[in-house]
């Protein structure tokens, strides 16, 4: 995007990529099929140590002007849910559709080209191992620490440091939790086993699924809380949110006192969770054996299950970087660093990260974008 915008101004622009072909993570993004955006993407979505940073890029680049571009090159698409827009068919479209536009600009793309220095001269040179090339303006479009296997590097926070410019701590973010002990035992039992529910953290709260898995808790649910979790703190979930259990027991016990909770409750979620919680934490009795006292107990267990990672699954499953180059010292209009002429940083590489479903890239796009127009 930056390549592009910068291109369109009549900019003479190279685009140095270390890996053997471009969008990687983008071919990889929505199962094949790229989230390439999120219809409610507004600033007020993302996270950043300043939250009025992304307002001036999202607001010149909003979800509509890259809507606009998908359908100018007819590629069918759809929503998923809550504002997701995938497309119909391959992520390969979405690269293709930048590329195109990228030619169209006159921008030259050298593959396998990885940058050993960067230094101020007269603009900046930078030392590849394919050579040098010199720049007046240089943008960092390198993401963060997210998915190593694909290449994923500190390297725009070595360059920031290198420039004076702060990097706020990172840590991984969209990213699975982790148990121990016998709370590891019990999600192991129910590997597999996916639940609907909303799941909360430090006041955030996200209605997707959970999914129970051989490490500790994934699912979209748990992915987007992640975000706000950090070590030493719970997370809650209500097991079934939006559904009055306390009245629901209270109603099955008097029409029938007979069967048993665990089978009333299986009616409700999946019963191999039931089973196991009956086995470990549930009253495993019929209906007219439940006191009114643990029927309040078993509504607030499943209403409001507490569990307390011990950790993550880290930046090898995490889909992005939490934190990065301190917005504090970047110009929210350029995307430039301050007192430092030339040099931009974009994307994921910088202090502001989006939840799961289109976010990170719809600031991929508007942060590219608005770096184009002055680089």
């Known amino acids: 995007m930056c390549a592009i915008e910068a291109g369109k101004r009549g900019r003479r622009v190279l685009v140095l990529e270390h890996a053997n072909k471009v969008g990687n993570k983008i071919l990889i993004s929505g199962g094949g ?6 219809l409610y993407a507004t600033p007020d979505s993302y996270q950043s140590q300043n ?61 396998r080209c ?42 725009a926070y070595a360059v920031a440091r290198q420039f004076g410019l702060n990097v706020v701590a990172t840590r991984p973010g969209l990213v699975p939790l982790t148990s121990s002990g016998q ?3 019990f999600c192991r039992r129910l590997a597999g086993v996916s639940i609907p529910c909303t799941a909360n953290c430090k006041g955030a709260s996200f209605t997707e699924n959970l999914l129970l898995t051989h490490k500790g808790v994934s699912g979209p649910a748990i992915l987007q809380v992640s975000s706000f979790w950090q070590e030493g703190e719970h997370v809650q979930i209500d ?41 470990t934490s549930l009253p495993n009795l019929d209906m007219a054996q439940v006191s009114i006292k643990d029927i309040s107990a078993v509504a607030h267990a499943l209403k409001d299950w507490t ?55 719809q600031w991929a796009w508007a942060s590219g974008y608005c770096a184009g127009q002055y680089a």
């Open 239 to 279: 097991l079934l949110p939006g559904f009055d259990l306390l009245t629901h027991l209270k109603e099955r016990q008097a029409a029938r006192p007979k069967a048993n909770l665990q089978t009333i409750l299986s009616a409700l979620l999946p019963r191999r969770f039931v089973e196991a919680m009956c086995e």
């Open 114 to 155: 990885n940058v050993t220095s960067i230094r101020r001269a007269d603009g900046f040179l930078i030392e590849t191992d394919l050579g040098f090339v010199a720049a007046d303006s240089l943008a960092i479009a390198t993401g963060g620490l997210s998915i190593p296997q694909m290449g994923a590097t500190g390297f």
């Open 183 to 185: 709370a590891l035992e």
């Open 51 to 111: 939250k009025s940073f992304c307002v001036s890029a999202l607001t010149r680049y909003a979800p509509r002007e890259f809507v606009a571009l998908v359908e100018k090159r007819h590629i069918a698409y759809h929503e998923k849910k809550l504002g997701q827009l995938f497309c119909d068919g391959s992520a390969n479209e979405i690269v293709r559709m930048l590329m195109d536009e990228a030619e169209a600009a006159k921008v030259t793309i050298r593959l």
């Open 33 to 38: 099929r790229c989230n390439f955006t999120n």
């Open 307 to 361: 569990i307390h990672p011990n950790g993550t699954e880290g930046y090898r499953k995490a889909e992005v970087t939490l934190g990065g180059v301190d917005t504090n010292d970047l110009s929210s209009k350029t995307m430039g660093g301050v007192g430092i002429p030339g040099l931009f940083f974009i994307g994921e590489a910088v202090d502001v990260t989006g939840p799961l479903g289109g976010y990170n890239f």
